[in-house]
């Protein structure tokens, strides 16, 4: 098993549509997550940080679920520009580097 | 500022050869990662160097693999022997490190590696 699972999609919406993705990890003392964004043939760039309590940034709503290990990303109103594959990211306890998922592909279509 | 520089930014080489991937992080950063990207995948760490601190080469898939970081700053990553496997694009990031693993990481565009 995957030490942090996403659903490599791709997910295909139109323009203006919500979309959500879900991730789980399996370290239940991971510390730090995150949702980092990566266009093709391009680096990963950190989206918004995870916290507990939830936190939202314009269009994009971040969850966390300890109790079920899972992380969640809300896209509201998609854009075209928002075509990408959206990495997953947890710091595991007792690690430096980051671990991430495979990535969830987004493509919005007019 | 500058960001993350690597170079070169595509390296193709024969089975059998060595090549050495470069990184510049961003200065002032103390915490420098090397991670790999094959195709469709997601990054795999391979080692991790903090200010003066010894490296965690946890990650790094064999002993043809090892990498320095020279002055704390600029970081080699060398492949030694390569093999088609090694295939794939070698990314680095660097991070203030203020608070362990809990901080954005900054990657650089990656070198694209092709062994024939």
């Known amino acids: 098993r995957k030490e942090v699972e996403q659903d490599p999609g791709p997910f295909n919406v139109p323009e203006g549509a919500t979309v959500a993705f879900n991730c789980t990890y399996s370290n239940s003392a991971s510390q730090s997550f995150f949702w980092y964004r990566q266009d093709c043939r391009k680096e990963p760039k950190l989206l918004m940080s995870?916290?507990?309590s939830g936190n939202e940034d314009g269009r994009f709503t971040a969850q966390l679920n300890r109790a079920s290990q899972y992380i969640s990303l809300l896209i509201r109103d998609s854009k075209l520009s928002d075509s990408a594959t959206y990495l997953c990211v947890v710091n595991m306890a007792g690690r430096r580097a980051l671990t991430f998922g495979s990535g969830t592909r987004l493509q919005v279509q007019p | 500022g500058a960001g993350v520089s690597q170079s070169p930014s595509n390296k193709v080489t024969e089975k059998g050869k060595d090549v050495e991937l470069r990184c510049d992080p961003i200065?002032?950063?103390?915490?420098l990662y090397w991670y790999r990207q094959s195709l469709g995948q997601g990054l795999e760490f391979l080692i991790y160097?903090?200010?003066?601190?010894?490296?965690?080469k946890s990650g790094l898939p064999s002993d043809r693999f090892s990498a320095e970081r020279t002055g704390g700053s600029v970081s080699t990553l060398t492949i030694q022997r390569t093999q088609q496997e090694d295939s794939a694009v070698y990314l680095c990031?660097?991070?203030?490190?203020?608070?362990?693993?809990?901080?954005?990481?900054?990657f650089g565009p990656g070198t694209r590696l092709t062994v024939t």
């Open positions: 200065s002032g950063h103390t915490a």
């Open positions: 995870v916290y507990s």
């Open positions: 160097f903090q200010g003066n601190s010894a490296p965690d």
């Open positions: 990031a660097s991070s203030l490190a203020r608070l362990a693993g809990a901080e954005e990481q900054y």
